[in-house]
């Protein structure tokens, strides 16, 4: 099958270079011919340090490059099989490209959006045959993330939705099946990692280095937030936040940090500008911790409960399967741990409790306990019975 790219950005040449490698003729186009050549060059030399490094032979790598044809207009999707769409991340752009695109594409083609955020469901309205329409939502770097978010819109034909998995799947991809809702699972379920950390650091209950210590010594995360927020972007990531808080109308849980708000108008963007939460300049000083045991446990189990919270949460709402849930936090995003399963080894009720003394503390609406998760206190189930699995909450979404 011939694949389509549109958009040769971060993404879009990602995902050529993943559809190339697994055998795909590819055809990746953009609308600025600077992004397209800049995506050739940059195709070219992953393959060849590839090659440098010894992961791919030679003939390999030129194979791959090869499959991929850089061209200079969409006429080029006509016998595509899958178009995936990673351009600019804007709706009323993305409609019109996808009204578009059906002109051109043969009528079994299914037509798949990459984006991180907007509803799938909408994109797909603009189309004549919606029921093709699919979001296929992959991480950054496209190649070397194993997860793959598939989002069927409510048009979406089970047909489409089942050979869209088949196909992402024999990429050597790790699928899961989430509801068409604002930050699918991973950007939504992830939100508390960094907004409780934020939270922590505004109360002055710790500094970011204790925080970030916190979080990698004691709960066991490859990164601590701060530097993970330093890492991402300061101004992609607060855009993350505002963009799901909104879509969410506004539901406190997801309320963006003043804190994060001005670094990113201040221009301290993080690592790429050489300043975030940290100083990246040569020869600064990295801070200290506070290690202290018991603070660092305190910290590490509010944000854990609060994304344990989050993730019970997305289950409640049948967003995605249980397996699905914890797969995407594990693969998507390396937690140490799947975030149900961590609920069930430090023991439903006692996450209960942490959530409503936090609740009762500050009396806000974002401290809320998951309906799911006070239930199942109630009845004293876990998510994953020992010895033989029992369902709990959403059986109706699985990865397929
Ligand atoms: N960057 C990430 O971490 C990430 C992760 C997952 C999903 N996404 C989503 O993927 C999409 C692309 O993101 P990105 O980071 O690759 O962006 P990017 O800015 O790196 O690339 C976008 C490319 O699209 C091109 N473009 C814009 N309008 C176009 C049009 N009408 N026709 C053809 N080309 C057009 C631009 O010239 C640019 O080269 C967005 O929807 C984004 O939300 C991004």
């Known amino acids: 099958m011939i694949i389509g790219v549109l958009g040769s950005g971060s993404m879009g040449s990602g995902i050529a270079q993943v559809a190339a490698s697994a055998g795909h003729e590819v055809r990746l186009y953009d609308n600025n011919p600077d992004a397209l050549i800049r995506s050739r060059d940059k195709l070219l030399k992953i393959l060849n340090r590839q090659v440098e490094k010894g992961r791919m032979d030679d003939a390999t790598a030129k194979a791959i490059f090869g499959r991929i044809y850089f061209v200079d207009n969409t006429f080029a999707y006509s016998d595509c099989g899958l178009v995936i769409e990673a351009i600019v991340e804007n709706l ?33 309205a603009a189309c004549d045959n919606p029921s093709r329409v699919i979001g296929i939502h992959f991480f950054n770097p496209a190649p070397l993330m194993k997860l793959v978010e598939i989002i069927p819109a409510i048009q979406t034909s089970a047909e489409v939705l089942d050979r869209a998995t088949k196909l992402v799947n024999t990429w050597g991809k790790l699928t899961v099946q989430t509801k068409d809702t604002p930050g699918f699972i991973v950007n939504r379920v992830a939100r508390p990692f960094y907004g409780e950390a934020l939270r922590i650091l505004e109360e002055g209950l710790a500094d970011v280095a204790t925080i970030d210590w916190a979080m990698t010594q004691i709960a066991g995360f490859r990164m601590g937030p701060f530097t993970l927020m330093d890492y991402i972007g300061n101004d992609i990531n607060y855009t993350v936040t505002e963009t799901v808080f909104k879509a969410f109308y506004y539901d406190p849980r997801y309320r963006p940090a003043f804190t994060q708000k001005r670094l990113s108008e201040a221009g301290y963007l993080g690592r790429k500008t050489g300043r ?47 397996e699905d849930i914890d797969l995407a936090m ?19 009720e006692h996450c209960v409790a942490t959530m409503d003394r936090l609740h009762h503390e500050y009396l806000e609406d974002r401290y809320r306990c998951s309906p799911l998760l006070r239930k199942m206190a109630r009845d004293k189930k876990t998510f994953y019975p020992k010895g033989e699995k029992e369902e709990v909450g959403n059986t109706n979404t699985s990865q397929a």
């Open 92 to 124: 009323k752009i993305k409609k019109a490209v996808f009204e578009q695109l059906e002109d051109i594409v043969s009528k079994d083609c299914i037509l798949a959006s990459n984006t991180s955020s907007l509803s799938i469901a909408s994109i797909a």
């Open 276 to 322: 975030g939460y940290y100083d990246y300049t040569e020869g600064a000083e990295k801070p200290a911790p506070v290690e202290n045991q018991q603070l660092g446990e305190d910290i590490a189990w509010r944000i854990v409960v609060m994304l344990i919270n989050e993730a019970a949460d997305a289950l409640f709402w049948n967003v995605a399967s249980r």
């Open 330 to 348: 594990t693969k998507g995003v390396n937690y140490p741990k799947g975030l149900l399963q961590w609920a069930d080894e430090k023991g439903i």
